[in-house]
């Protein structure tokens, strides 16, 4: 029921949406473009996969939401908050309470 202009994004679980619907959808033109990183059969080997073919869609592997600079982020956080735990002095408990046990 999508209109063929309507762009359909999935970036979550390819599960969303039954299995082959997308395909079959988008091929009917509605909705006429897709972006997506995820895939009903992962990973995705030598190319197979019809969305790899279709000039309407989109496709990444399942790191189309990062980027350098949140990878960055992610990281040195990490490894703070590992080094601080093996000092003994753990960051950002959730629940202090339970440290001392």
Same mark, same amino acid.
């Given at each position: 029921m999508m209109q063929?202009?309507?762009?359909? *994004?999935?970036t979550?679980?390819?599960?969303?949406?039954?299995?082959?619907?997308?395909?079959?959808?988008l091929r009917a033109g509605r909705p006429g473009y897709a972006a997506v990183d995820v895939y009903e059969h992962e990973p995705i080997l030598n190319g197979d996969h019809s969305f790899l073919s279709m000039p309407n869609v989109v496709c990444t592997p399942?790191?189309?939401w990062a980027e350098w600079d949140n990878f960055e982020l992610y990281f040195a956080e990490a490894f703070e908050q590992i080094v601080a735990f093996a000092e003994g002095?753990?960051?950002?408990?959730?629940?202090?309470? *339970?440290?001392?046990?």
């Amino acid at each position: 029921m999508m209109q063929p202009s309507a762009l359909i *994004v999935n970036t979550s679980r390819a599960e969303l949406i039954e299995p082959g619907a997308l395909l079959a959808a988008l091929r009917a033109g509605r909705p006429g473009y897709a972006a997506v990183d995820v895939y009903e059969h992962e990973p995705i080997l030598n190319g197979d996969h019809s969305f790899l073919s279709m000039p309407n869609v989109v496709c990444t592997p399942h790191l189309g939401w990062a980027e350098w600079d949140n990878f960055e982020l992610y990281f040195a956080e990490a490894f703070e908050q590992i080094v601080a735990f093996a000092e003994g002095k753990p960051l950002r408990l959730m629940n202090p309470d *339970v440290k001392p046990r």
